[in-house]
Every structure is written in C-alpha cells, then in structure tokens.
C-alpha cells in the first residue's frame, strides 16, 4: 500500500526543546514537503526538497530545520527557536518532473506546553 | 506573487442542494489548478485538478473547469451529501516554480441532512 506516514498523530513537548516529526514515504516520489497549518487557516510553506541532501526554505522556516538523507525520509524538527510551535503539521510529496500535484501524510498535532 | 482567493465560509447546505464554492487565481506563467478536501482532523485529499486552460477536472460528483479568461476554478457539485461536510482548498503550482504550492484559506461546508 503506497502512501505517507507522519508519525505520531499526537504529540507534545514542554516549551524549551527540540522535538523530531516523522514523514515517510514509498510513492518513489522525488520532491516532499513540510506545511503548518493553524485553526481555520490555509497551509504555510516551511521546508522543501527537490531531491536528496537538498532543501529549500519556505515562507516560515525560522525555528524549524530539516534533512534530506533518503530519498523516502524526510524529518523535520521544531526547535526551541520556534515562538509559536504548537500547531497542526503536515508532510506532502510530489512526483516532480512533469506532474506537480502534491499527495498529504495525515498530519501530526503539536502541542506545546 | 501566485495567490489564490477562495470564498470565505462557512457554507451550509442542505442535503441535495447544489454548491458552488468559487476560486480565483493571480499567477504568472501557467499555473495547474487542484481542489483539495480536509476532514476532521485529517490531512489533505487531492479532489481534483487541471493542468491547462479549459480542462475540467471532475472527481465523485465534483467538478471545476480551469478558466483562463477569468482567472477562475470554481468547484461545483449538482447534489450535496452530508459526508460531504469538509474543509475546500483550492490550490495552484506552477507558473515559474512547480514546487511552489499555493492554497486558499480554505472553505468549510455543513450539509445538514
């Protein structure tokens, strides 16, 4: 069964430390994406990558960072930096190349307290 | 820079009604167009897309034609159920940066049976 895993769905973490989303994927798809979305708001860009051990900045990457070492894997981590990290966030692949539509894991709830 | 502009909601139908829910665009170049659906606490679902001017994208019932003259996507359905309660984005990607994804802030509909 193909698709994109996030895991856990639920998490929380006291404010002060760094914690580590999951986002895996076995479409074989070359480009994967990091969104946050906040209650009754659209999607925002955090993190991009074309490819392996490549990444791009999107429109809110202060406080989190990213890598890239698999093509099936890429995990983001919310630091401390991070003023407002409790939200909902969401991992999306694409095929790239020639087809741009993007397919979205389930999502994991931060919390932090 | 590429924007979407969705109708703000929420929308509330009843059963068998028909719904529009209506998306404009500003892109350069030339985008492709999607309609997204989010569920309670979910992430997203690719509905439909179009990829060139008068293409229509159609899905369960739902439709929307890519309309280059006005700039529009507009989603419609003929005949509502209640399952179809949910979140509505419209999204495009394209232009200069296929990986740049925009989203509308999204439209929720209640269909009451």
């Known amino acids: 069964d193909g698709g994109i895993t996030q895991s856990p769905k639920y998490l929380f973490r006291k404010e002060g430390q760094n914690v580590t989303l999951s986002c895996e994927q076995n479409l074989n798809h070359d480009a994967m994406y990091w969104y946050r979305q906040d209650p009754g708001q659209g999607l925002r860009l955090i993190y991009y990558?074309?490819?392996?051990?490549?990444?791009q900045k999107g429109d809110i990457a202060e406080g989190y960072s990213v890598s890239r070492e698999k093509k099936e894997s890429f995990p983001l981590t919310v630091t401390s930096a991070q003023k407002n990290p409790t939200a909902f966030y969401l991992c999306?692949?694409?095929?790239?190349?020639?087809?741009?539509?993007?397919?979205f894991g389930p999502g994991t709830r931060l919390t932090v307290t | 820079g590429d924007s979407v502009t969705q109708m703000e909601g929420p929308v509330t139908l009843s059963e068998e009604a028909f719904l529009t829910i209506n998306c404009t665009y500003t892109?350069?170049?030339?985008?492709?167009l999607f309609w997204y659906v989010q569920y309670p606490g979910e992430g997203l679902q690719l509905l439909l897309k179009?990829?060139?001017?008068?293409d229509k994208g159609s899905n369960k019932g739902f439709e929307a034609t890519y309309r280059k003259e006005t700039t529009s996507f507009h989603l419609e359905k003929g005949s509502v159920q209640v399952s179809d309660s949910a979140v509505y984005f419209c999204a495009l990607t394209g232009g200069y940066n296929n990986n740049d994804m925009r989203f509308g802030a999204g439209t929720r509909l209640t269909v009451k049976p």
């Open positions: 892109a350069t170049g030339y985008p492709s």
């Open positions: 179009a990829t060139k001017a008068d």
């Open positions: 990558s074309q490819i392996v051990n490549d990444f």
């Open positions: 999306a692949s694409s095929p790239g190349r020639t087809s741009y539509e993007q397919y």
